[in-house]
């Protein structure tokens, strides 16, 4: 993420509006596009409310450098339940070239990249990852009224 600093409104805008972007009305019409403007809604959303929850107004460059695209880390510093939790990681399917062949797994705050560039998670999958994301979304409209 940018170093550039953004306001608490700024990022409750961006939420609203990636999330109008990110969930199609039907399940089948769901493509990568979709999944990472889903990524990019929650993780504006997670921001905003650790904002809202620190008193500040102004998500700063200490605050994007410390956190990044780590969901994980911004659900443990708002102390979300365990019942609210996102994947500890994810698998693509191995990526051959020739005779080479090079395994795919990353921390899920990197699957934004695989949404990115075309990839398909394969553990969980991208819908089972979609589910955990729309799960925390909920949770963040509770929190951001």
Same mark, same amino acid.
């Given at each position: ?13 961006? *939420? ?83 005779? &080479? ?13 695989? *949404? ?8 969980? &999958? ?12 909920? *949770? ?6």
């Amino acid at each position: 993420m940018s170093a550039i600093p953004f306001t608490d409104r700024e990022l409750m805008r961006a *939420w609203r509006e990636l999330l109008m972007v990110a969930t199609p009305s039907a399940e089948s019409d769901r493509l990568n596009p979709h999944r990472l403007l889903l990524f990019y809604a929650v993780e504006c959303g997670l921001k905003a409310v650790w904002l809202k929850r620190q008193s500040r107004t102004l998500f700063e460059s200490a605050d994007i450098h410390r956190m990044g695209h780590d969901l994980q880390q911004v659900l443990k510093d708002l102390k979300v339940g365990s019942g609210l939790s996102l994947p500890e990681s994810f698998h693509l399917p191995a990526a051959s070239q020739g005779a &080479t062949s090079l395994q795919r797994n990353a921390k899920f705050g990197d699957v934004h990249q695989a *949404w990115r560039y075309g990839g398909r998670c394969q553990t969980p &999958t991208d819908q089972d990852c979609e589910k955990q994301l729309i799960k925390v979304l909920d *949770w963040i409209r509770g929190e951001l009224k």
